[in-house]
């Protein structure tokens, strides 16, 4: 059974830096499309960042050109890089994977799911 276990958030001022990390506990065969996802108090969780078995990359309109998504084949580890960190990306970040395709706006297209998640990792952005 596959197991996702984020790492790497924390506490930034505006304007800083944070490369959050989803170990992977298994090599997944190219049929897995994998997914940054976050969610703030109050609001639903919400897809900020995805990438296909390809290299290809998707992302919400509200990130895009500061987060970067990647993954280490080698190593089985899932990144997103986040720069110039707003407020508002304050979050509890989740990775997840299933069996799907990317799609547009951060997120990928599952048949059913994403039924694999990590348990998160939270950043907070001061103003």
């Known amino acids: 059974q596959v197991q996702l276990a984020e790492s790497g958030g924390g506490s930034v001022q505006a304007g800083g830096s944070l490369r959050l990390s989803c170990a992977v506990s298994?090599?997944?065969?190219?049929?897995?499309?994998y997914g940054w996802w976050r969610q703030a108090p109050g609001k639903q969780r919400e897809g900020v960042a995805a990438l296909d078995t390809d290299g290809s990359t998707s992302y919400a309109n509200s990130v895009k050109g500061r987060f970067t998504i990647s993954k280490d084949n080698a190593k089985n580890i899932l990144y997103l890089e986040m720069n110039s960190l707003k407020p508002e990306d304050t979050a509890m970040y989740y990775c997840?994977?299933?069996?799907?395709?990317?799609?547009?706006?951060?997120?990928?297209?599952?048949?059913?799911?994403?039924?694999?998640w990590g348990q998160g990792t939270q950043v907070t952005v001061s103003a």
């Open positions: 997840a994977t299933d069996w799907g395709r990317l799609g547009s706006g951060g997120y990928c297209y599952y048949q059913s799911g994403p039924n694999i």
């Open positions: 298994k090599t997944l065969n190219n049929k897995y499309c």
